[in-house]
């Protein structure tokens, strides 16, 4: 028995070196989608990819006339190509999710039985299937973020990348940041408008191509620095 309505939604992931996940991820977006969605878009937005990421993305956009491609000519961060996504999404509802593979995007059925008493759902890794460095670094950045923002201490997954929420949120808030403060940018001010967050438990699958760059000195480096600018604006 269905327990969801069909839906009109966006769905997008940015890639950066991502030529051997985006069209598998692809596939099976539009398997998932043509069993939730009446109508529907996927985004794939290209944030200065240096391998063929581009050329399979058009090349999808060729055989699908409901693909669309954004592009960065140059790599502008996760948050950049988060807000690129955003933007050029059109439908009612907006679900994004990472390129690399890594989740099963058949779960976003299990969020659908709730977008009628949340306008916010978000899923929370069940079993992280990262090195110890990223766990690591995760667990010390959750920690800070509810020292710095009491407003998040609920969210068990900040940075997630599994998220389903209306297009309407979006239209009343402006996003500043452009690296790994989105998640928690966007959901500091969908909450501080007094909107109530959903939240379930995914499942998290081990990357099996391509490289992780979440956790080099560079994005981390860019991460605390935009933190502590975001911090002093918010506060």
């Not at 050029?88 to 999710?97: H, L, P």
């Not at 039985?113 to 990223?134: A, T």
């Not at 969210?155 to 009343?172: G, H, P, R, S």
């Amino acid at each position: 028995m269905q327990l969801f309505k069909k839906i009109n939604i966006s769905a997008f992931f940015p890639a950066h070196n991502e030529e051997k996940n985006i069209r598998q991820l692809t596939d099976i977006l539009i398997d998932v989608l043509d069993e939730v969605a009446n109508n529907y878009e996927i985004i794939i937005v290209n944030d200065g990819s240096t391998d063929r990421t581009g050329k399979v993305a058009r090349e999808l956009c060729g055989k699908y006339p409901f693909i669309k491609l954004v592009e960065h000519k140059k790599n502008l961060g996760y948050g950049a190509a988060i807000k690129s996504g955003l933007r050029a999404a059109k439908y009612e509802w907006i679900f994004f999710t990472d390129g690399d593979n890594q989740f099963d995007v058949e779960e976003i059925k299990s969020f659908l039985p709730y977008i009628n008493d949340y306008k916010i759902v978000i899923g929370y890794r069940l079993k992280r299937q990262d090195n110890f460095f990223r766990r690591l670094n995760a667990w010390a950045w959750k920690k800070l973020m509810g020292f710095l923002f009491p407003e998040l201490k609920g969210i068990k997954d900040i940075d997630c990348a599994f998220k389903l929420l209306k297009k309407e949120l979006i239209v009343k808030i402006e996003l500043t940041t452009s690296g790994a403060m989105i998640s928690a940018e966007l959901l500091l001010k969908i909450i501080k408008n007094g909107n109530r967050v959903k939240q379930i438990g995914v499942h998290h699958c081990p990357r099996k191509i391509g490289e992780q760059s979440g956790a080099s000195i560079k994005v981390i480096c860019r991460a605390f620095k935009e933190l502590f600018m975001f911090y002093r604006k918010f506060r």
